[in-house]
């Protein structure tokens, strides 16, 4: 009810001056949040109308096409968005995410290896570009991204749990030990994690030892 009340509010905002964007992207947000489809893509249309050259606006109008499966539309306007904002991590992420979707990894890696030119220090996007590394079985890039997250951020179990994959790829079963020991201190319960520290322990000959982490991951 909070939200149609600002629906009201903002229209008659708009009414009053047209020519505000703010208006615009309120209401946008409104009806993301209100799911009313046909006037959130009414709204976003007004809102690019009057300033074309919103990045958040595009970056909104790119995801909604994505999420309707128009790939081809969402790119056009996540890539308009990172030319006004190049280092708009949400823009990345979006990007890469049509990419995928369309099969691309490679232009997936392009859109976030481009946003960490103009913001490096982003944890996330070395982070989603580690993934992406991992997934296309690139190890030397993905242990490259996610030592570049534990510099950023030594705590961060996900991207520790990353290293001891790219290093399991690459079998260098020790270094893959150690990545998942250290996952393990955060994470002592996980029987995925469990599995993997059987695996690597197993392939330097400690049989006992893997039986014991893979009956602890069947617990």
């Known amino acids: 009810s909070k939200f149609l ?11 009053i001056k047209p020519e505000d964007p703010g208006s615009y992207k309120n209401l946008v947000f ?20 009057i300033n074309p050259d919103d990045p958040d606006m595009l970056f909104t109008a790119g995801k909604n096409y ?21 280092s708009s991590a949400i823009g ?34 070395h982070f989603n570009l580690g993934v992406l590394y991992l997934q296309l079985e690139d190890f030397e890039m993905t242990e490259e991204e996610f030592q570049k997250v534990l510099r ?21 079963w020790e270094d893959a030990e150690y990545y998942y020991h250290r996952a393990l201190r955060a994470d002592g319960e996980n029987p995925a994690l469990l599995r993997a520290m059987a695996r690597v322990v197993y392939r330097q000959g400690r049989q006992k030892e893997g039986e014991e982490f893979l009956a602890k991951a069947r617990e």
């Open 66 to 86: 994505k999420d309707r499966g128009d790939i081809d539309a969402a790119i056009e306007y996540l890539e308009r968005g990172l030319k006004i904002n190049p």
């Open 5 to 15: 009340e600002a629906v009201d509010g903002f229209s008659t905002a708009k009414v």
């Open 92 to 125: 990345a992420r979006y990007l890469a995410d049509a990419y995928y979707d369309l099969g691309d990894k490679e232009g997936a890696v392009f859109a976030y290896t481009k946003a960490i030119r103009s913001d490096p220090g982003n944890a996330d996007l």
């Open 30 to 49: 409104c009806y993301i949040q209100l799911k009313d489809q046909e006037m959130l893509e009414s709204t976003l249309d007004e809102a690019l109308t």
């Open 152 to 172: 950023l951020n030594p705590d961060d179990t996900p991207a520790a749990i990353g290293m001891g994959e790219a290093y399991e790829g690459m079998e260098r």
